[in-house]
């Protein structure tokens, strides 16, 4: 072997004025939604435990470091190839440049070698990969970008983008504080601490030969155990049973297989689940299980009544793998719309993952199949619930700031009973002050764009539904190139309300309230998205029923929607609009919140509950 070198650095270090390589036979960028938030979560919480609003940025020095890992570099010819790595630094590129168009623009240039930079003339990206090059392209202008036959790298960058811009605002946002303000206040000492205080180590070798060699013996899969094999192992040894142990091998075993058909490392989310929902007890417990959870189970042996071998062999047999099925279940509804179940996926498309040990907190052995999924489905829908009326009124959702709400309530449900389970959870809703009609102002802004868009789809297909339509949910939640995008009823002419607006900023900030908003195809937005209401007035009658209630048409020999609208009482927040004035956008604003009322409504816990 050649000589080997080793080089701790800081991102900026890493990456400012480098160029790495990628050679063809690795493989593609692969991470997937899961590790991208985790990433984004361990970050941001590493970064407020020591974050403060009243620190001078220069403090941001003294602030806690980061370890992300190793990468290893073959160096040939003068270029640097990443062997191990490109995972990790493919995800940190895309999450600079998320921060570079949202820094101001005197903060910007101090990220901007680290993502692209200037030699002989030619201008590239530090991670350069040809195939990559038009896309990267459109993330840094801030374009459209078709990935229609695009390579799987590129599609998956484009989507991992994506989930930044959605999840960033809200990990980075300070719980005790509210709105986009006081996020971007943090903004700056975020991105120096992540350049600054975020650390790997470059590993470089001289040969592809040397560098795989050093990157199979960091990876040998022989010697390196997950904190699942840790645990498999601590609770199988003290299992005296020849027999019980070799039968809960095999439920292990087999549990095990069935959650890594999910996805990577689901079968560590799911014993991560199980235990906190059936036994933590502290708000320390859910943070130690989260990152040793191997560790946790052996320093709580007494507390978890493991003292007799056949208390290892339950636990096994019965605990896990009861709430590891239960588990698999619900990861199931979390992936596709299933019927009855609907709010897990709903959860899920909000990347509220603490959904998992609350839906299986108030499951027993003892109750039968029907029970358990009553219980999934009311807590699922009180999950549904809450989220969105933090969304609606500004609030984080999440992980690092809601564990502390929902901690306390996995207490409260555990093992309830349906009806207790029901007072508990309608309880807790009926004490929220912050519902719907608590913010009348609500509005689209950079960072709620994808949760605006996902309510919007559920208005929509609340009131199309409910008027005897098939469901569109998926159709309109769809927001790739043949998908759906928000419309502004107003285009952004400010001549056009000067005579209701005195200035240009409080016209655009009115434009963006939801009642002003609806969900339209994308090629619809780019044909009309600029014309006056006037014009576009005729072309909503063609689109989704909640457009087509601006058209007079809509109330017109439409039993269904008819039907509908006295059902739920709606008869007069329901109005065509020949035009479309400040007041107008009021009435719709309030028609949103009433919908918003009847879709999330506390009531529907107890109708589940009731059959």
Same mark, same amino acid.
């Given at each position: 072997?050649?000589?080997?070198?080793?080089?701790?650095?800081?991102?900026?270090?890493?990456?400012?004025?480098?160029?790495?390589?990628?050679?063809?036979?690795?493989?593609?960028?692969?991470?997937?939604?899961?590790?991208?938030?985790?990433?984004?979560?361990?970050? $941001?919480?590493?970064?407020?435990?020591?974050?403060?609003?009243?620190?001078?940025?220069?403090?941001?020095?003294?602030?806690?470091? %980061?370890?992300?890992?190793?990468?290893?570099?073959?160096?040939?010819?003068?270029?640097?190839?990443?062997?191990?790595?490109?995972?990790?630094?493919?995800?940190?590129?895309?999450?600079?440049?998320?921060?570079?168009?949202?820094?101001?623009?005197?903060?910007?240039?101090?990220?901007?070698?680290?993502?692209? &930079?200037?030699?002989?003339?030619?201008?590239?990206?530090?991670?350069?990969? /040809?195939?990559?090059?038009? $896309?990267?392209?459109?993330? *840094?202008?801030?374009?459209?970008?078709?990935?229609?036959?695009?390579?799987?790298?590129?599609?998956?960058?484009?989507?991992?983008?994506?989930?930044?811009?959605?999840?960033?605002?809200?990990?980075?946002? !300070?719980?005790?504080?509210?709105?986009?303000?006081?996020?971007?206040?943090?903004?700056?000492?975020?991105?120096?601490?992540?350049?600054?205080?975020?650390?790997?180590?470059?590993? =470089?070798?001289?040969?592809?030969?040397?560098?795989?060699?050093?990157?199979?013996? *960091?990876?040998?899969?022989?010697?390196?155990?997950?904190?699942?094999?840790?645990?498999?192992?601590?609770?199988?040894?003290?299992?005296?049973?020849?027999?019980?142990?070799?039968?809960?091998?095999?439920?292990?075993?087999? #549990?095990?297989?069935?959650?890594?058909?999910?996805?990577?490392?689901?079968?560590?989310?799911?014993?991560?689940?199980?235990?906190?929902?059936?036994?933590?007890?502290?708000?320390?417990?859910?943070?130690?299980?989260?990152?040793?959870?191997?560790?946790?189970? #052996?320093?709580?042996?007494?507390?978890?009544?493991?003292?007799?071998? =056949?208390?290892?062999?339950? +636990?096994?047999?019965?605990?896990?793998? +009861?709430?590891?099925?239960?588990? !698999?279940?619900?990861?199931?509804?979390?992936?596709?719309?299933?019927?009855?179940?609907? /709010?897990?996926? @709903?959860?899920?498309?909000?990347?509220? =993952?603490?959904?998992?040990?609350?839906?299986?907190? /108030?499951?027993?052995?003892?109750?039968?199949?029907?029970?358990?999924?009553?219980?999934?489905?009311?807590?699922?829908?009180?999950?549904?619930?809450?989220?969105?009326?933090?969304?609606?009124?500004?609030?984080?959702?999440?992980?690092?700031? *809601?564990?502390?709400?929902? +901690?306390?309530?996995?207490?409260?449900?555990?093992?309830?009973?349906?009806?207790?389970?029901?007072?508990?959870?309608?309880?807790?809703?009926?004490?929220?002050?912050?519902?719907?009609?608590?913010?009348?102002?609500?509005?689209?802004?950079?960072?709620?764009?994808?949760?605006?868009?996902?309510?919007?789809?559920?208005?929509?297909?609340?009131?199309?539904?409910?008027?005897?339509? /098939?469901?569109?949910?998926?159709?309109?939640?769809? #927001?790739?190139?043949?998908?759906?995008?928000?419309?502004?009823?107003?285009?952004?002419? %400010?001549?056009?309300?000067?005579?209701?607006?005195?200035?240009?900023?409080?016209?655009?900030?009115?434009?963006?309230?939801?009642?002003?908003?609806?969900?339209?195809?994308?090629?619809?937005?780019?044909?009309? &998205?600029?014309?006056?209401?006037?014009?576009?007035?005729?072309? @909503?009658?063609?689109?989704?029923?909640?457009?087509?209630?601006?058209?007079?048409?809509?109330?017109?020999?439409?039993?269904?929607?008819?039907?509908?609208?006295?059902?739920?009482?709606?008869?007069?927040?329901?109005?065509?609009?020949?035009?479309?004035?400040?007041?107008?956008?009021?009435?719709?604003?309030?028609?949103?919140?009433?919908?918003?009322?009847?879709?999330?409504?506390?009531?529907?816990?107890?109708?589940?509950?009731?059959?």
């Amino acid at each position: 072997m050649k000589k080997i070198h080793g080089d701790a650095k800081n991102i900026r270090s890493m990456l400012s004025e480098e160029k790495f390589s990628i050679d063809y036979y690795q493989r593609e960028y692969r991470w997937e939604k899961k590790q991208v938030i985790e990433l984004i979560n361990d970050l $941001c919480e590493k970064f407020l435990d020591s974050y403060n609003p009243n620190h001078a940025r220069k403090e941001v020095k003294k602030y806690g470091h %980061y370890f992300l890992g190793s990468v290893i570099i073959s160096e040939k010819d003068n270029q640097k190839f990443i062997i191990d790595g490109q995972q990790r630094i493919t995800t940190i590129t895309l999450l600079l440049i998320s921060l570079y168009h949202q820094l101001p623009a005197d903060a910007r240039q101090s990220i901007t070698s680290m993502i692209s &930079s200037v030699q002989y003339g030619e201008h590239s990206f530090n991670l350069n990969v /040809p195939e990559r090059l038009a $896309c990267m392209n459109a993330l *840094m202008q801030d374009d459209t970008f078709d990935e229609a036959g695009k390579p799987e790298s590129v599609v998956n960058i484009l989507n991992r983008y994506q989930d930044i811009e959605a999840h960033l605002p809200d990990t980075l946002a !300070n719980d005790v504080k509210n709105g986009e303000s006081e996020y971007n206040d943090a903004l700056p000492y975020f991105a120096d601490w992540l350049t600054e205080n975020v650390h790997l180590v470059e590993i =470089t070798a001289y040969s592809d030969e040397d560098a795989y060699t050093i990157f199979e013996t *960091m990876n040998d899969r022989g010697l390196s155990l997950t904190p699942t094999d840790m645990l498999k192992g601590y609770l199988l040894t003290n299992i005296s049973d020849t027999t019980k142990r070799n039968d809960a091998n095999d439920a292990w075993r087999s #549990r095990i297989s069935e959650l890594q058909e999910l996805g990577k490392e689901e079968e560590a989310d799911a014993i991560k689940s199980w235990l906190r929902s059936q036994y933590a007890d502290q708000i320390s417990h859910f943070e130690d299980i989260g990152s040793e959870f191997h560790r946790w189970v #052996r320093s709580q042996e007494n507390d978890l009544n493991l003292r007799q071998p =056949t208390d290892f062999f339950s +636990f096994i047999f019965k605990d896990f793998n +009861f709430y590891a099925k239960w588990y !698999n279940f619900i990861r199931l509804a979390a992936e596709r719309l299933k019927g009855g179940y609907e /709010p897990i996926y @709903y959860n899920a498309n909000n990347n509220f =993952t603490l959904q998992y040990p609350l839906l299986l907190a /108030p499951l027993r052995h003892t109750d039968i199949e029907d029970e358990i999924k009553l219980k999934l489905r009311i807590v699922a829908s009180f999950i549904d619930i809450l989220i969105t009326r933090h969304i609606w009124n500004g609030r984080s959702t999440a992980e690092s700031f *809601m564990r502390g709400k929902i +901690f306390p309530i996995i207490r409260s449900i555990r093992r309830k009973s349906v009806d207790d389970l029901t007072k508990i959870l309608t309880k807790h809703l009926a004490e929220d002050t912050e519902t719907f009609m608590h913010n009348n102002s609500f509005s689209l802004n950079q960072q709620n764009g994808p949760k605006i868009h996902r309510i919007l789809a559920r208005l929509t297909d609340f009131v199309e539904t409910g008027s005897g339509k /098939p469901s569109r949910y998926a159709e309109y939640n769809q #927001r790739d190139n043949k998908g759906y995008e928000i419309e502004h009823i107003w285009a952004n002419k %400010y001549e056009r309300h000067d005579d209701e607006f005195s200035h240009p900023v409080d016209f655009e900030q009115y434009r963006d309230r939801i009642g002003g908003l609806l969900l339209l195809p994308k090629d619809f937005n780019a044909s009309f &998205s600029d014309k006056p209401y006037s014009e576009k007035l005729e072309h @909503y009658f063609g689109q989704n029923l909640l457009a087509q209630s601006l058209h007079k048409n809509a109330y017109d020999r439409n039993p269904g929607f008819q039907k509908f609208r006295e059902q739920h009482e709606l008869n007069l927040a329901f109005k065509p609009h020949d035009d479309f004035k400040k007041d107008d956008l009021d009435q719709r604003q309030a028609l949103y919140q009433l919908l918003a009322q009847k879709i999330w409504n506390p009531d529907n816990l107890k109708l589940i509950a009731n059959g």
